[in-house]
């Protein structure tokens, strides 16, 4: 793989951040190489000043001092993200400022589509008022794609959608990167523009330093350490897991791939990628749990799940450090959920 050139990283990369779990973790995850290979590196975030959760990853990394600057604003300010631009000067751009939660989405589904799809525009838009030679990475998600029942993972080529606001915020923001890529910085035509688009779709990341709320190992360790029953809503659900360096490997590849200007025929790699291990690979959420339980030497978990109609949950309880698949211990049961209370878990809001 070519590298990218230390001169490049201290002519100002820079990093759009994120708000929360997944995203959150990558964007200081990805930070850290970059910081580590040139003072020059420059990092955004979204809208709130404080860390996305705490402890979080960017402090307990230190990264801060690494950095040329750490500018913090809203994505959804077109004004403050183009002053950003005009400012670092960025040769780089990875683009992972977000709203990154599912469950998020049905709470406010209008921010969500606000920080996803017009954050996303608003970058794209003062990439193209900037008009000065750029290499950038949008990172998307595995999510953006229409929901269709096979036994294999999704390909680049499958048809985009999504129901829930998430998935479907994700879906246009890969519309709106290949509209902008179609119209204002054609492939064939990178030589003359400089500006080399790619969009990267990863998904189910897990690692260290997420603390995020509403992530499979975060919540389970939180409810072992308060020796809580751990709650899982769908523990036959079947996840491409990977490790959060796995991804970030490929969006630094993918990068040192559109910005080789040695390379006449770079336009090529301009397009949408998945990131993500072999099908083969995947797991259930139930033997993700089982091996941190396991792990942790103590607890157990219970799944949770809501169904149609009256408002009861169903829960099938989990006693012990794991079991194959279709075995249950404890048997299960009918509660009636009170008003109130949070069907996902079965708790009393707060």
Not at 51 to 67: D, G, I, K, Q, T
Not at 190 to 204: F, L, P, S
Request: hydrophobic share 40%.
């Amino acid at each position: 793989m070519r590298r990218l050139s230390q001169k490049r990283l201290v002519r100002a990369g820079a990093v759009a951040g994120a708000t929360a779990a997944a995203l959150a973790v990558s964007g200081s995850a990805l930070a850290a190489p970059l910081a580590a290979a040139a003072a020059g590196h420059h990092r955004g975030r979204h809208h709130d000043p404080a860390p996305p959760s705490e402890p979080s990853a960017f402090e307990a990394m230190a990264l801060a001092p690494l950095l040329a600057s750490d500018t913090r604003h809203d994505v959804r300010d077109a004004e403050a993200l183009r002053a950003t631009l005009a400012r670092t000067e960025p040769e780089l751009v990875f683009h992972l400022a977000a709203q990154p939660l599912v469950r998020q989405s049905y709470l406010e589904p209008a921010e969500t589509f606000e920080t996803n799809v017009m954050g996303t525009l608003h970058l794209l838009e003062a990439l193209r008022l900037r008009a000065r030679p750029c290499t950038v990475v949008v990172v998307t998600s595995d999510k953006c794609y229409a929901e269709r029942a096979t036994p294999h993972g999704h390909t680049e080529t499958d048809p985009l959608g999504g129901h829930d606001a998430y998935a479907a915020s994700k879906a246009a923001a890969e519309i709106v990167t290949a509209s902008y890529r179609a119209s204002f910085f054609p492939p064939a035509r990178v030589a003359e523009h400089g500006i080399a688009i790619a969009t990267a779709r990863a998904g189910n990341v897990i690692g260290g330093g997420d603390w995020g709320r509403y992530r499979l190992v975060p919540d389970t360790i939180r409810s072992l350490a308060a020796g809580e029953v751990v709650a899982i809503r769908a523990p036959e659900a079947v996840r491409p897991w990977q490790h959060v360096l796995e991804p970030l490997g490929g969006y630094l590849t993918l990068a040192a791939r559109l910005d080789d200007r040695a390379d006449p025929a770079r336009g090529r790699f301009a397009t949408g990628y998945n990131f993500g291990p072999s099908s083969e690979a995947a797991r259930p959420v139930r033997h993700v749990v089982s091996a941190l339980v396991s792990a942790w030497g103590a607890g157990h978990w219970q799944a949770v799940r809501e169904l149609d109609g009256p408002r009861l949950v169903h829960v099938i309880t989990q006693k012990g450090k794991g079991f194959p698949a279709g075995e249950h211990a404890g048997g299960e049961k009918w509660h009636a959920l009170p008003p109130g209370h949070d069907p996902s878990t079965g708790k009393q809001r707060t």
